[in-house]
């Protein structure tokens, strides 16, 4: 029982660290941490597109980010490293942010998920999947939405892990659009199944 707590409690913590970096970092291109606990080290490796500006003048910004996970989360001995990022069109919660910014612009949400998904396909995605739901329309409009995939992307079993997700809402004036982005990315290997290259729909192909 105390096992099973603890690692309740870590995961719970985890989940918090990755919520306060996702905002602390996200003029760095955020898109993923990865927290490893060790016997003597905490080591959390920061995936951004502008490394840069998480390390800051002289390492001031990453030392200072060092401090409050050890005041604002208790870690011992937290080691932080940080990677760029090589591919953005390949990142979930990239794409989503860029469709979420694009969104609150108002531009036309169906046109920004094909042109959005066509991107992540032609950069080699084994599939994709972009979901858009809420108010996608004007004022006074029903809540809908708008689902697009390609390519394969299992939904149940073990292999679902081997999927890259993203979750953000976006807030335009006419109300909040829950957006989804799941990846798979290219080279993944499927027990059960060999992945073909996927043709795009006529007018996924014709997406600007």
Same mark, same amino acid.
């Given at each position: 029982? &105390?096992?099973e707590?603890k690692?309740?409690?870590?995961?719970t913590v985890?989940?918090? +660290?990755?919520?306060y970096?996702?905002k602390?970092?996200?003029?760095?291109?955020?898109?993923r941490v990865?927290?490893?606990?060790?016997?003597?080290i905490?080591?959390?490796v920061?995936?951004v597109?502008?490394p840069?500006?998480v390390?800051?003048?002289?390492?001031?910004?990453?030392n200072?980010?060092?401090?409050?996970?050890?005041n604002?989360?208790h +870690?011992?001995n937290?080691?932080?490293?940080?990677s760029e990022?090589?591919?953005?069109?390949?990142e979930?919660?990239? +794409?989503?942010k860029?469709?979420s910014d694009?969104?609150?612009r108002?531009?036309?949400?169906?046109r920004?998920l094909?042109s959005?998904?066509?991107? &992540?396909?032609i950069?080699?995605?084994?599939?994709?999947? +972009?979901i858009?739901?809420?108010?996608l329309?004007?004022?006074?409009?029903k809540?809908r939405?708008?689902k697009?995939r390609l390519?394969?992307?299992?939904k149940?079993?073990d292999?679902?892990k081997?999927?890259?997700?993203?979750?953000?809402?976006a807030y335009?004036?006419y109300g909040?659009?829950?957006?989804v &982005?799941?990846?798979?990315q290219?080279g993944t290997?499927?027990?059960?199944r060999?992945i073909?290259?996927?043709?795009?729909?006529r007018?996924i192909?014709a997406?600007?």
């Open positions: 029982m &105390v096992s707590k690692f309740i409690e870590d995961a985890k989940l918090r +660290i990755s919520r970096l996702e602390a970092l996200n003029r760095a291109g955020f898109s990865i927290i490893q606990k060790t016997p003597m905490t080591r959390i920061v995936y597109t502008n840069g500006r390390i800051g003048r002289g390492g001031q910004t990453i200072d980010l060092t401090e409050t996970l050890k604002k989360f +870690i011992e937290p080691q932080i490293s940080v990022i090589e591919n953005p069109k390949l979930p919660r990239l +794409i989503a860029y469709i694009s969104l609150e108002g531009i036309n949400a169906r920004l094909h959005a998904i066509k991107d &992540v396909m950069n080699g995605a084994l599939g994709a999947e +972009i858009a739901s809420g108010k329309a004007a004022k006074g409009a809540a939405q708008i697009l390519g394969y992307l299992p149940s079993g292999s679902t081997l999927v890259d997700e993203a979750k953000i809402t335009p004036k909040a659009i829950g957006i &982005v799941r990846i798979v290219p290997k499927f027990p059960d060999e073909r290259e996927i043709e795009l729909p007018n192909a997406a600007k």
